[in-house]
């Protein structure tokens, strides 16, 4: 079942009823200011931080019922409505709500009044916009109020909703004319307040929640509204809010149009105020200033949507299939820049209170946006490396505003170092800046040790060459990818951290999967090794890389897939002789994409093995069998009742793994139909089962063991959405960045067909035409570049072109 449909010409997702299975959200805001949006005008909005500079007040543990919101209520007689349902509820006679690249638009119809509202947050300044367009449809004179309201959040909202014993004293507003200003904790140390205005006079106003909502009401039954009257109160602690009325009076076929604006201030420490106690609003004012028309407001919004159309057109595919289409050339891209911009801080399913940046969910978001904004690329590298230790490890997470170590987690997973790799080579390879490795980088922040990039990246592969088990496997320290098979923690209680209890350093468990890390990305640190002129650090790497080989084979090698890891008493995990949990994806997907097992036949044997054991029609499973107790000495993975998250959950994250792992043994078809599984354009029909939002894929689907298997949980933010863009567009559809220049070496499904790719790379445009005569599913017979055959698949670079035309046929 569908709640909507994709709109592909607007780049948009409609969706026709507000009771879409959970809300459907979408975010506003590129750089700084944040806005998050359901498709029942509920979400919160930030500026840089999530959890320190909250503006807006939202609240948790309230899934469906997604309060709060940005809301305008329309009092039309004793009819009070709201044009995105929410929160008064009211059954309107039509509703839609378009998601659209960094906007959202909403039309709500009740009693022949339309109301329209367009909202994004423009480039550049720190503001929400809302245009609000009230048109008269019908054939009698209507008088109704509009009234807006925000809930303030008093800026930390980790504090704001648990510290109420001050809470309820501290809050602060001024009004001047149109606008209201939140300025709670300005008058000490806060530099910083908010203001929402309109362009328009307006007849009252409210700042004090308790008058508007009267006690005991929800914004749902707000008194004041229903009253018809706000009281124009000057709010004094307690709860801060910002409502505007607006009486709006409309002919027959009249429409009107008003721009709103919640916008965020900051002021020098000496130009803080005006006098005592009253804001210096120059700032403001002049954002304000901005935005004061209809005609500002559509300005804007057109430059929202060229910067959009520009970015998105660096990959571009026109294949047979719309769903192929859809997903690379707007949603998936989409994605991988909201999970740059957010990492894993603020969805409907992280807070934006806990975790700040992972160190190897950054550097993996990057492989889907480096293409993008390769200079935000470049920035964020310098940031994530400013984190790591002098011996290679890193902090596991570090907060966006500061910018440094998380110390509540610290170190320890021993796969962090070598994502730095993974990132970093995928910088350089799309950009050939290789100035980026001769940056002087600090570790733990401190200048005073800085020593380049390049001497990052080799104490990130040394920690593993340093940091080697009994089976001269890589330790596995706190954890691996896998956050939730904690070998080494040993936890008995609840509330202890499942990751941080006990110690990462000193016993003896091990990855296989960080095995395989080490060949794949100790290749490509080789690789830049070589291009550094430093062919004897190549050859180093190369031997370490080889060792390493030889143990997965030795050690890592279960007869029909490989090992997952060895615990702290040399046990395996994932392997037939294990009770529960005798396969895991990871192992299979990362020691093939390295190349491991390819020549002898156990990369085949390994895949078969996933499909034979872990695939499901939703998806490929992470674990099987599901583990049905808690075991000690494997940690959290094993808290998960069967089938939900890490204990056999279909990990969206690593599907790709395995569909990037078929096209390395030539199997187009089944890479392909792992993609399909959990693409969320294919499974739109699927909507009621699935549940979250049809155009963005999630953390995790719900297992074959699970009640509600094909159900899918934490939207948005996870990895998933850079490595799915990675296997379609590098490895699916083979445009490959190298060091040299882009490789065309398409792996898909033999029915694909022929397509055509537009992939702007290092500034040079290439147009290419993929042609499939004889149905293959991987191999290139021919490729012809600017009318002349080349050999191999690589084209070398050639900076001189604005345009390079490719013609590539398949065998
Ligand atoms: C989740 C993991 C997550 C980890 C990080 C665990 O509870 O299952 O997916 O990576 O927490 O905090
Ligand atoms: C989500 C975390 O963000 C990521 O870092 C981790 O790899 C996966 N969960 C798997 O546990």
Redesign the pocket.
């Known amino acids: 079942m569908k709640y909507g449909f994709f709109d592909d010409n607007n780049k948009e997702y409609v969706i026709t009823t507000p009771k879409t299975p959970l809300p459907w959200i979408n975010y506003l805001g590129c750089t700084e200011f944040f806005t998050l949006i359901s498709n029942t005008c509920g979400g919160y909005t930030f500026y840089k931080d999530a959890k320190l500079l909250r503006m807006t007040r939202y609240r948790y543990n309230d899934t469906t019922l997604d309060t709060n919101g940005k809301y305008f209520y329309i009092k039309d007689g004793d009819t009070i409505w709201n044009p995105g349902w929410q929160p008064t509820k009211t059954e309107l006679d039509s509703y839609e709500c378009r998601h659209g690249i960094g906007y959202s638009k909403f039309t709500g119809a009740k009693n022949d009044i339309e109301a329209a509202l367009v909202t994004f947050v423009p480039i550049g300044d720190p503001v929400e916009l809302t245009k609000v367009t009230l048109t008269n449809k019908g054939n009698s004179k209507k008088d109704i109020q509009l009234f807006s309201y925000v809930e303030w959040c008093l800026w930390n909202a980790d504090d704001d909703m648990k510290n109420y014993q001050r809470n309820l004293s501290i809050g602060e507003v001024e009004v001047v004319d149109s606008t209201i200003y939140h300025k709670t904790e300005y008058r000490e140390r806060r530099n910083h307040y908010a203001v929402y205005s309109v362009n328009s006079k307006i007849d009252a106003f409210e700042t004090s929640r308790d008058e508007f909502r009267g006690a005991y009401n929800g914004p749902d039954k707000p008194a004041a509204v229903i009253a018809g009257k706000l009281n124009s109160t000057i709010a004094s602690g307690w709860y801060p809010i910002a409502s505007h009325q607006l009486n709006v009076s409309l002919n027959p076929g009249e429409s009107k149009t008003f721009v709103f604006a919640l916008g965020y201030v900051e002021n020098a420490e000496d130009e803080k105020w005006e006098k005592p106690g009253i804001i210096n609003k120059k700032k403001a004012d002049a954002l304000l200033a901005k935005y004061q028309t209809t005609e500002d407001f559509d300005k804007a919004f057109d430059g929202l949507c060229k910067y959009w159309n520009e970015l998105l057109s660096k990959f571009h595919i026109d294949s047979k299939d719309e769903h192929v289409n859809r997903m690379v050339n707007i949603w998936n891209q989409y994605q991988c820049m909201v999970t740059f911009n957010m990492s894993?801080s603020a969805s409907y399913y992280e807070t934006g209170i806990g975790?700040g940046m992972?160190f190897?969910?950054s550097c993996?978001d990057l492989l889907g946006f480096v293409h993008l904004i390769p200079d935000r690329a470049r920035e964020r590298i310098i940031d994530i490396a400013s984190t790591q230790f002098q011996d290679g490890s890193a902090y596991h997470q570090y907060q966006p505003l500061t910018k440094k170590g998380n110390s509540d987690i610290g170190s320890g997973f021993n796969?962090d170092p070598l994502w730095l790799i993974a990132g970093t080579s995928a910088y350089i390879r799309e950009t050939g800046d290789t100035s980026i490795l001769k940056e002087m980088v600090p570790y733990d922040n401190d200048m005073s040790v800085a020593t380049t990039l390049m001497e990052h990246l080799k104490r990130s592969f040394d920690y593993i060459v340093n940091h080697k088990g009994p089976h001269n496997l890589p330790l596995i320290g706190r954890?691996?990818?896998?956050?939730?098979?904690n070998l080494n923690c040993f936890s008995e209680h609840p509330g202890e951290s499942f990751q941080c209890f006990g110690p990462s350093e000193g016993p003896v468990a091990e990855s296989v999967f960080i095995a395989g890390m080490f060949v794949k990305y100790g290749r490509e640190y080789a690789a830049l090794a070589k291009l550094m002129g430093d062919s004897a650090e190549e050859a180093r790497v190369l031997s370490e890389v080889d060792k390493m080989i030889a143990a997965i084979e030795k050690d890592g090698w279960d007869g029909e897939w490989f090992v997952r890891a060895y615990d702290a008493y040399s046990h395996k995990v994932g392997s037939k002789e294990c009770e529960e949990g005798q396969i895991y994806i990871e192992p299979q997907g990362m020691c093939v994409m390295a190349g491991v097992g390819v020549d002898d036949g156990n990369a085949v044997k390994a895949l078969d093995s996933v499909k034979e054991k872990l695939d499901t029609k939703y998806g490929v499973m992470i674990l099987q069998p599901a583990y049905t107790r808690y075991h000690l000495e494997l940690g959290e993975i094993t808290s998960y009742p069967p089938g939900y998250?890490?204990n056999a959950g279909i990990?969206c994250?690593n599907n790709p793994w395995i569909s990037i792992a078929e096209t390395c043994i030539g199997r187009g078809d089944r890479a392909f139909e792992v993609y399909k599984k959990t693409c969320p354009s294919y499974i739109e029909d699927i909507s009621e089962i699935h549940r979250t939002e049809p155009y963005v894929y999630s953390?995790m689907v719900a297992g074959a063991d699970a009640k509600f298997h094909g159900e899918a949980k934490?939207s948005w933010?996870?990895?998933t959405a850079a490595w799915t863009f990675t296997n379609i567009s590098q490895y699916i559809l083979g445009i490959y960045p190298t060091l040299e220049g882009l490789s065309v070496n398409p792996c898909t499904p033999a029915a694909f067909g022929d397509f055509n790719v537009t992939r702007v790379y290092r500034g040079v445009t290439y147009n290419i035409e993929i042609k499939n005569p004889n149905k293959v599913q991987k191999g290139i017979a021919s490729l012809i570049v600017d009318g002349q055959e080349i050999q191999g698949n690589i084209i070398p670079f050639d900076g001189s072109k604005n345009t390079v035309n490719v013609i590539a046929t398949m065998r």
């Not at 954890?479 to 098979?485: E, G, I, Q, T, V």
């Open positions: 894993r975790r992972g190897r969910d993996q796969d954890a691996d990818w896998n956050d939730c098979l998250k890490e990990f994250h953390q934490n933010l996870t990895g």
